[in-house]
T-cell receptor
Framework: AQSVAQPEDQVNVAEGNPLTVKCTYSVSGNPYLFWYVQYPNRGLQFLLKYITGDNLVKGSYGFEAEFNKSQTSFHLKKPSALVSDSALYFCAVRDPRWGGGGATNKLIFGTGTLLAVQP | DGGITQSPKYLFRKEGQNVTLSCEQNLNHDAMYWYRQDPGQGLRLIYYSQIVNDFQKGDIAEGYSVSREKKESFPLTVTSAQKNPTAFYLC??????????????FGPGTRLTVL
């Protein structure tokens, strides 16, 4: 089955410390992976994606993610956390199954990880 | 959120009523999507449309209906058949529905509450 797991419901980190938000996936074929951030009562904002190439992907607001094929992981990282990074983070993978007569851009989302950065 | 608008921001519905949520995009994207978000469950796909006048059911389509008469618009109707409609509804779009590397961009969402 195609799936995404975010094993931590919440991650707590002190401001200035490095942060990691974990994501593992299970899909057939090559994975196309995404990270989004959501602030309260807002839509999702795109942070970064991995399609192919370098395993370290750099994105918005100083975030980066490391693709690890052997561990089927795509963890989100930031060297120095800010209080303003506190939000809900979602990992997603493109659904490889076809629908409506062709490949689609359907995404499978994890359940989200709440990041709390303490001052 | 830029380029995709959803209205209203908050919506209250009485039991037995149908309500329609609006989603408009000015990004010239071909594909549009509707998701439902519930606490602790992530996002679940309701319907998607890869091109005008065509749409497909997602994972939780029961009790919902959509139309795609114009490229820029993808309204979602929550019918009285939806047993638990209280949720946060998110609309998204991508440049082309068939290109798997495209990024989905999201609107600001509509919070629906059944009274």
């Amino acid at each position: 089955a195609q799936s995404v797991a975010q094993p931590e419901d919440q991650v707590n980190v002190a401001e200035g410390n490095p942060l990691t938000v974990k994501c593992t996936y299970s899909v057939s074929g090559n994975p196309y992976l995404f990270w989004y951030v959501q602030y309260p009562n807002r839509g999702l904002q795109f942070l970064l994606k991995y399609i192919t190439g370098d395993n370290l992907v750099k994105g918005s607001y100083g975030f980066e993610a490391e693709f690890n094929k052997s561990q089927t992981s795509f963890h989100l990282k930031k060297p120095s956390a800010l209080v303003s990074d506190s939000a809900l983070y979602f990992c997603a993978v493109r659904d490889p199954r076809w629908g409506g007569g062709g490949a689609t851009n359907k995404l499978i989302f994890g359940t989200g990880t709440l990041l709390a950065v303490q001052p | 959120d830029g380029g995709i608008t959803q209205s209203p921001k908050y919506l209250f519905r009485k039991e037995g009523q149908n309500v329609t949520l609006s989603c408009e995009q000015n990004l010239n994207h071909d594909a549009m999507y509707w998701y439902r978000q519930d606490p602790g469950q992530g996002l679940r796909l309701i319907y998607y449309s890869q091109i005008v006048n065509d749409f497909q059911k997602g994972d939780i389509a029961e009790g919902y209906s959509v139309s795609r008469e114009k490229k820029e618009s993808f309204p979602l109707t929550v019918t009285s058949a939806q047993k638990n409609p209280t949720a946060f509804y998110l609309c998204a779009s991508t440049l082309a529905g068939h290109l798997s590397t495209d990024t989905q961009y999201f609107g600001p969402g509509t919070r629906l509450t059944v009274l």
